[in-house]
């Protein structure tokens, strides 16, 4: 079992930036993919996008907007997800979540990560 912990939401005016990051205190997250995904109120959660255990990157097609970027450090415990120019759109909570192997096919889907974080929420208003 493993507790991943999502920090970096905030109020953002619109065009502004945000880092969220994924970790773990003491848990490596080195042999799990991470996924990121949003929820917003009255609505199922989404998928964002996700990396591999080598950091291949994989967005869903609702996310491929060349605003938002995905990363990892060998040997550091923390993913992150980076937005830029944010729009009033992009608001919700989002989530990270750990899985083996879930990011290879393409996809982000939420059926193949079994540990999940809090959620962090973020929100774009001027």
């Known amino acids: 079992q493993v507790t991943l912990v999502e920090s970096g939401g905030g109020l953002v005016e619109p065009g502004g930036s945000l880092s969220l990051s994924c970790a773990t205190a003491?848990?490596?997250?080195?042999?799990?993919?991470i996924g990121w995904f949003r929820q917003v109120p009255g609505k199922e959660r989404e998928g964002v996008g996700c990396?591999?255990?080598?950091?291949?990157?994989?967005f869903a097609s609702e996310f491929v907007n060349g605003r938002f970027t995905i990363s990892r450090v060998n040997n550091e415990n923390t993913v992150y997800l980076r937005m830029n120019n944010l729009k009033p759109e992009d608001a919700g909570t989002y989530y990270c979540?750990?899985?083996?192997?879930?990011?290879?096919?393409?996809?982000?889907?939420?059926?193949?990560?079994?540990?999940w974080g809090q959620g962090t929420q973020v929100t774009v208003s001027a």
């Open positions: 979540a750990g899985g083996f192997g879930a990011c290879r096919d393409g996809t982000v889907r939420a059926q193949l990560y079994g540990n």
């Open positions: 003491k848990v490596p997250l080195d042999p799990l993919d």
């Open positions: 990396i591999s255990r080598r950091g291949d990157v994989t």
